[in-house]
């Protein structure tokens, strides 16, 4: 309801005040949201069953989608630029995924077995594009993926520690947390929960630093296992790495033996073979989810087979030094759905999506520029954002410059406008938006800054 203490105290913990005739709109507009969300809460905490929940005053709820299109439960209709939260690639009900979903129901969704058939050619398909790849085993999340991966790395390597770039966000797990994220309300290094004997095995490093980060893994290189990395920070805003600090990553890596994961969760559909293959710097091992499930839960660890044959209990006298089940890895309905995936996601279906994403970050810059006001734009591929801040946003230190309260009042504006987004100021691009999608969006920024009066 209106003026509750629930409202009062998320707006108090997000630090933001909002303004106060886009709220009324927001709640005009979605009040049957709030009702049922207000239902849910009482069994499930803040009301979402598991995905990232933080949107003001309060989400809406959707109920359908097609194509580019969402529908909430109050019947508004909206542009689609979170896609599923960057698993619908393909936007909603896609024609080739649903049917290739619902003849596998009619095979089975779960053997239990050996995959023959799907499992080998989704690993082909994976293989074939993914430059580092030479084999794959199938998992469910992305958190379970980078976990299996730091495994791989300790067992290979004999060393402990991870080490992960400030800002960065890998998943739940306690030893992906540990350290300085934009991505909750947690401002502690160690958060609640977490012990400290897992924070030690975590450093962190600059993102975007070449010779930072070349010294921090210089300086723990005898004890570190990993080193992982998002070649887009996408929880802290859609910032890309730049080449020149991939390639410093794989040389001193690889010159003390570190294995060098990118976590390609997010940024698999940025580029026909993902950013590795965008930026030609191979890692030794990639972790993928999200999207390369066609909206199914489905993930992948793929890399050298050196690596991944520590998985194969056949080259290790019946042994395998690391074990690694997964119930539903590999799950035969999330299996059929990646690969009518990934069969549309061709070279030219990126091109273009990039293309477009190009078309909103140079619309955004072009309003800074326009109106005198520090709103600039990143991103790469099929992702981009937009942020608030004295000067452009290259790491994490330039992120927490962001006057979050303006960033949050613009994303709120731009629902009632009926744009779907994250309340962060980040889009995500699906392969059935258009160039006038774009125009539109860009369109609403600026009516939206209009009508905050952010600009005269």
């Not at 800002?167 to 502690?188: K, M, N, P, Q």
């Not at 520090?374 to 981009?384: I, K, M, Q, Y």
């Not at 004295?390 to 309260?405: L, N, W």
């Amino acid at each position: 309801m209106p003026g509750s203490s629930q409202d009062q105290s998320a707006a108090a913990i997000a630090g933001v005040l909002l303004h106060p005739g886009e709220e009324q709109r927001y709640r005009e507009r979605t009040p049957r949201s709030l009702e049922l969300l207000t239902r849910t809460q009482p069994v499930i905490p803040t009301g979402h069953a598991g995905g990232m929940w933080y949107q003001m005053p309060y989400p809406v709820l959707l109920e359908r989608g097609k194509g580019s299109r969402v529908w909430d439960v109050d019947g508004n209709e909206y542009l689609d630029l979170r896609i599923g939260d960057w698993v619908l690639i393909h936007g909603h009900c896609n024609d080739h995924i649903r049917d290739a979903i619902a003849a596998q129901l009619d095979r089975g969704a779960q053997f239990g077995s050996p995959e023959w058939d799907l499992a080998y050619r989704m690993a082909s398909l994976l293989a074939d594009r993914m430059p580092s790849v030479e084999k794959v085993r199938f998992l469910v999340s992305g958190t379970e993926t980078n976990l299996l991966a730091l495994r791989l790395a300790r067992a290979h390597t004999g060393r402990a520690k991870l080490a992960k770039a400030t800002g960065s966000y890998h998943g739940i797990a306690d030893v992906l947390v540990v350290g300085r994220s934009t991505i909750s309300f947690v401002t502690h290094q160690v958060p609640p929960g977490v012990t400290q004997g897992v924070a030690q095995d975590v450093v962190e490093f600059p993102f975007n630093d070449p010779d930072g980060a070349a010294e921090v893994i210089e300086r723990e290189a005898a004890s570190l296992a990993a080193v992982i990395v998002e070649p887009v920070l996408g929880a802290a805003g859609m910032i890309p790495a730049s080449t020149e600090f991939l390639r410093r990553l794989r040389e001193v890596t690889e010159r003390h033996g570190i294995v060098l994961i990118f976590d390609e969760v997010v940024t698999f559909p940025i580029a026909y073979g993902g950013a590795q293959a965008y930026h030609q710097v191979y890692p030794d091992l990639t972790t993928m989810s999200k999207a390369i499930g066609g909206g199914l839960p489905l993930a992948a660890l793929g890399g050298r087979a050196e690596l991944m044959d520590l998985l194969d209990p056949h080259r290790h006298g019946g042994k395998a030094p690391v074990t690694a089940a997964s119930t539903f890895g590999g799950n035969q309905a999330a299996l059929a759905a990646g690969i009518a995936c990934l069969e549309q996601l061709t070279p030219d279906s990126h091109a273009r999506v990039q293309a477009l994403t190009e078309r909103g970050k140079r619309g955004i810059d072009e309003l800074g520029r326009r109106y005198g006001i520090p709103l600039h734009a990143t991103g790469l591929g099929h992702v981009f954002a937009m942020h608030w801040t004295p000067e452009p946003v290259v790491d994490y230190r330039t992120r927490m410059q962001q006057d979050d309260e303006k960033i949050v009042n613009l994303g709120m504006a731009l629902m009632n406008l009926g744009f779907y987004h994250f309340s962060f100021g980040s889009f995500l691009l699906s392969t059935a938006i258009t160039e006038q999608d774009i125009d539109d969006l860009l369109a609403g920024i600026e009516q939206a800054l209009h009508r905050l009066g952010l600009v005269g």
